[in-house]
């Protein structure tokens, strides 16, 4: 089995893209051929047997990247697996429980009839763009929660579930 897997991401300081890099690494551990790309810039999803999309969660939003890929590739989605990730909570919450998705993203999960969604925890630092992210940062609330670990036994998962499908069948 080597399925092709587009792992796509929304983000604004870096580690949703850092994220997607980690999943994509765990794929190709298990065998599957896997790459990462920015989700505004991903143009055809035909080429791929399945599709992970990352999107950075601010003030309650899922990434408009990710938001906008979702309804972009819509109807390509349909014919393939698709699993969502969200990156953001800046505390140790994502470890402790299940985060339900945020609106724009449970819209998207909807859409894309997705296999999941998770949310890890996310990672702001000195640094980071945008007003809100400099004051949480200066407040001293900011830091990195990701789960490294988690994420990788996430991704070992889809390969797992990706292994026993075999391709998609193009319609």
């Given amino acids: 089995m080597n399925a092709r897997v587009l792992v796509a991401y929304g983000t604004k300081n870096g580690s949703t893209a850092e994220i997607a890099d980690v999943i994509a690494d765990a794929l190709k551990e298990a ?3 896997s790459e990462t790309r920015p ?6 999803v035909t080429e791929y047997d399945a599709v992970v999309l990352g999107g950075a969660l601010y003030a309650g939003r899922w990434h408009r990247d990710a938001v906008r890929f979702a309804r972009r590739h819509e109807h390509s989605l349909a014919e393939r697996p698709v ?16 985060i339900p998705p945020v609106p724009s993203a449970a819209r998207a ?3 894309l009839d997705a296999r999941e969604h998770v949310t890890f925890g ?7 763009r945008g007003f809100i992210a400099r004051m949480i940062v200066k407040q001293g609330r ?6 490294m670990e988690r994420i990788r036994a996430w991704a070992r998962g889809i390969a797992k579930e990706i292994s ?3 391709p998609a069948s193009p319609t």
């Avoid at 996310?122 to 980071?128: D, I, M, P, S, Y």
């Avoid at 900011?142 to 789960?147: A, H, K, M, T």
């Fill in 31 to 33: 065998g599957l051929r």
């Fill in 39 to 44: 989700a505004a810039a991903a143009r055809d």
């Fill in 83 to 98: 699993w969502l990730f969200s990156s953001g909570p800046l505390d140790a919450s994502a470890g402790e429980r299940d």
């Fill in 109 to 111: 999960a909807t859409l």
């Fill in 122 to 128: 996310g990672r702001l630092e000195e640094g980071a």
């Fill in 142 to 147: 900011g830091g990195d929660f990701r789960d």
């Fill in 164 to 166: 026993k499908a075999g």
